[in-house]
T-cell receptor, first 109, second 117 residues
Framework: EDQVTQSPEALRLQEGESSSLNCSYT??????LFWYRQDPGKGPEFLFT???AGEEKEKERLKATLTKKESFLHITAPKPEDSATYLC??????????FGAGTTVTVRA | GAVVSQHPSWVICKSGTSVKIECRSL??????MFWYRQFPKQSLMLMAT?????????EQGVEKDKFLINHASLTLSTLTVTSAHPEDSSFYIC?????????????FGPGTRLTVL
């Protein structure tokens, strides 16, 4: 059974204080690893897809990396608008996603 | 990115009534859509896979007679919560993969907040 574990559960940052979120996974055959951002009361917003170890993707202050067992989402010099819950999900086949519990990030001005 | 819409965005109903939630892919066709539910401060739990032109596939523990899914066209899937009870109160979210861009990326709708009194 797929397992996706995200840490930490919550992260409180000062504006400009860079940090990283972790997503560790155990799947028999990874088809893709996805990062989403979810604001309260809204659906997840797509951020990145990573397919193979060593792959990296960037978008503004966010950078996602992938190894054979985990993925990191790095937030560089965060701003208050980066406050959200960040969800990691793995796809093994047939488009079905297994989600982690998420990391709730709060960035204080 | 592709856009998925849901209607309604929120609904309040009495116990015992049925509620229908629509999920539409606005700028792409989706032969497959997914329905999730999310309880407060928890992650998304997959309920079922909706397949255009065939029966939905339900995850273990999800009652198919209670959560009726109909994938009427390549852009519309509906979830009907039958005989709703307070424990069915949750945030329901649909998603659809943009299968024609070869990226496997799933796009999510904005969600529907269901409150059963």
């Amino acid at each position: 059974e797929d397992q996706v574990t995200q840490s930490p559960e919550a992260l409180r940052l000062q504006e400009g204080e860079s940090s990283s979120l972790n997503c560790s996974y155990t799947v028999s055959g990874l088809r893709g690893l996805f990062w989403y951002r979810q604001d309260p009361g809204k659906g997840p917003e797509f951020l990145f897809t990573l397919y193979s170890a060593g792959e990296e993707k960037e978008k503004e202050r966010l950078k996602a990396t992938l190894t054979k067992k985990e993925s990191f989402l790095h937030i560089t010099a965060p701003k208050p608008e980066d406050s959200a819950t960040y969800l990691c999900a793995v796809q093994e086949g047939d488009y079905k996603l297994s989600f982690g519990a998420g990391t709730t990030v709060t960035v204080r001005a | 990115g592709a856009v998925v819409s849901q209607h309604p965005s929120w609904v309040i109903c009495k116990s015992g009534t049925s509620v229908k939630i629509e999920c539409r892919s606005l700028d792409f066709q989706a032969t497959t859509m997914f329905w999730y539910r999310q309880f407060p401060k928890q992650s998304l739990m997959l309920m079922a896979t909706s397949n255009e032109g065939s029966k939905a596939t339900y995850e273990q523990g999800v009652e198919k007679d209670k959560f009726l899914i109909n994938h009427a066209s390549l852009t519309l899937s509906t979830l009907t919560v039958t005989s709703a009870h307070p424990e069915d109160s949750s945030f329901y979210i649909c998603s659809a993969p943009d299968q024609y861009t070869n990226t496997d990326t799933q796009y999510f709708g904005p969600g529907t907040r269901l409150t059963v009194l």
